[in-house]
């Protein structure tokens, strides 16, 4: 049977002999209308940030693909692109090809993360191929 090692635990007095820092995370940890404040200021700049990004993807696609590139430390070729998937095994990676609001995309998904790449216009055909946990995208 293995061992247990006792683990001591410090107690944190909410009176007047206790810290400042002791009370901070006290008051951190009980303050509920912090945890609003928090969601709703999440909350408007994700959707203060949506506006310019759908309106850039709108106007230049080929920018959202560019930056969705970068975000997976991948490299765009004239003729593709290769995105690292090192610890991915291929049978996790599911790559599919589709239009959205009149946009080809391409959907990448390995394991529960998921992207969607917009695609140039004048692309009709996918070649991909994993080699040394490389993703590349051919077309």
């Keep these: ?16 002999n206790a810290t400042p820092s002791e009370l901070h995370a006290a008051f951190e940890m009980s303050g509920d209308h912090l945890t609003e404040v928090r969601d709703r200021h999440t909350m408007m700049l994700v959707t203060s940030g949506e506006l310019p ?24 070729h004239s003729d593709g692109l290769s995105i690292p998937l090192h610890g ?16 080809s995309i ?11 790449l917009p695609l140039p ?12 946990g490389i993703l590349n995208i051919r077309w």
Excluded at 2 to 11: G, L, P
Excluded at 90 to 96: A, F, K
């Design 53 to 76: 990004e759908t309106h850039m993807a709108d106007i230049a696609p080929e920018r959202r693909l560019d930056w969705v590139i970068e975000e997976l430390n991948g490299r765009r």
């Design 121 to 132: 216009a004048d692309i009709h055909t996918i070649k991909a191929s994993f080699t040394d």
């Design 1 to 16: 049977m293995a061992e247990w090692e006792e683990v001591e635990i410090e107690a944190v007095s909410d009176g007047l």
């Design 88 to 103: 991915a095994e291929m049978n996790n990676i599911d790559l599919s090809k589709g239009e959205l609001e009149g946009h």
């Design 106 to 116: 391409l959907k990448l998904k390995v394991g529960t993360f998921e992207r969607k």
